[in-house]
């Protein structure tokens, strides 16, 4: 995708901008349903749009949308959670923006700018027949990265990025607080410290490392025995601390030892994610010592190859979408696969390649990359 100037708030509107006046939203014809409605009850009934659920139109909100003027009804704020940091392989988020579904979705053309925007919503809010409008374009960008704040009824919200931290933190069912996403004019290359696995091949895929990039943003260590605080400290820069290779009991406790001298001062606004992955052998003692030091319950994250279930990992993490049940392995799947593992004498060399992007793709939301474009070296 070739890429755009980047916006100027006090430049006039180009081609590829949509503004919908009043009028094309004025109709008092009978609505329909759904999101239909949305039109009809502020037009015509003057119905204040943070009382209507912007993602399907309904009347019964439950709270307000984080990132757009308007309600949010419960079952889509669950929806809303679950899917907001989830990502295709292509590197945007897998759901629209809005309504957090969405089956024919729009890319946002700003390449600093992974979202998405399902016809529905933009049919509906902004005005009927503009998803084609969009569709036809080249270049189009996104309702959170115009100059503009308003279109047609969709508002954007003033702060909403501190808007969406707080909406998440308060309707999360995650016990850690969430990381106000960063501007891409603020936004710092990401500085990872891995234990016992070398993961530069990765990060590079994702476009977080550039080729020829200073070494110190990735530290890789493979014995952390005789690692102190101080270590870490030079190690710092990083902002992903330890990632360990998932063996039993004693990489746990040497993860939770440098995850203490990592962690940033309480209240510090810097992101600092932190992922823990066992392989499904952590027996059952290991299990309830992980999740008790790590102050949360795991994730069992699938593995799947042509359409098939290959392996497993359990994850212990902050990063978001992680705890996303899009991604939660059921129960049978879970028992199925540890009864594979004890007939098996030999551990999977190495955990599951898949999962580096899902981990890692949300980030882009907190740290720069420098490709837009992901290669397929995994």
């Known amino acids: 995708m070739a890429a755009i100037p980047a916006l100027d708030p006090e430049a006039e509107p180009s081609m590829d901008v949509i503004l919908v006046g009043s009028s094309e939203l004025s109709s008092s014809v009978s609505p329909g349903t759904g999101r239909d409605l949305i039109a009809y009850e502020v037009k015509a009934n003057q119905r204040n749009i943070e009382d209507i659920c912007i993602c399907c139109g309904s009347l019964q909100v439950h709270t307000q949308h984080p990132l757009f003027e308007g309600g949010i009804c419960a079952p889509c704020k669950d929806k809303f959670l679950d899917a907001l940091f989830l990502y295709d392989d292509d590197g945007y988020q897998s759901y629209c923006s809005i309504c957090c579904s969405g089956e024919t979705l729009l890319i946002c053309g700003n390449p600093d700018c992974t979202r998405c925007y399902c016809f529905e919503c933009v049919d509906s809010l902004v005005g009927p027949g503009t998803s084609g409008k969009v569709h036809a374009m080249s270049n189009w960008v996104c ?86 605080r101080k270590d870490v400290s030079t190690a710092r820069p990083h902002d992903q601390p330890p990632r360990p290779h998932p063996t039993p009991g004693w990489y746990l406790f040497q993860f939770h030892r440098l995850l203490q001298y990592a962690r940033p001062k309480p209240g510090s606004p810097r ?108």
């Open 271 to 378: 992101p600092f994610f932190w992922m823990f992955v066992d392989n499904l052998v952590l027996n059952k003692e290991d299990l309830d010592v992980a999740s008790r030091f790590l102050e949360m319950e795991p994730v069992t994250i699938p593995d799947v190859h042509g359409g098939s279930l290959q392996n497993a990992v359990r994850v212990w993490s902050n990063i978001p979408a992680i705890r996303s049940r899009h991604w939660a392995l059921v129960l049978e799947e879970e028992l199925s696969l540890l009864a594979q593992n004890k007939q098996s004498s030999k551990l999977a060399a190495k955990w599951p390649t898949k999962l580096v992007k899902n981990c890692f793709l949300p980030l882009r939301e907190y740290f720069k990359y420098f490709s837009t474009e992901l290669t397929s070296s995994l």
């Open 143 to 228: 309702y959170l990265c115009l100059p503009s704040s308003r279109s047609g009824l969709l508002q954007r919200r003033r702060k909403w990025r501190s808007q969406l931290k707080a909406f998440y933190d308060r309707e999360s069912e995650n016990p850690l607080e969430m990381f106000e996403t960063v501007p891409v004019w603020r936004r710092q290359p990401v500085r990872v410290l891995s234990l016992f696995e070398d993961i530069k091949k990765e990060l590079m895929s994702l476009g977080f490392l550039e080729s020829g990039s200073d070494p110190g943003q990735l530290k890789h260590v493979v014995d952390v025995t005789d690692t102190v």
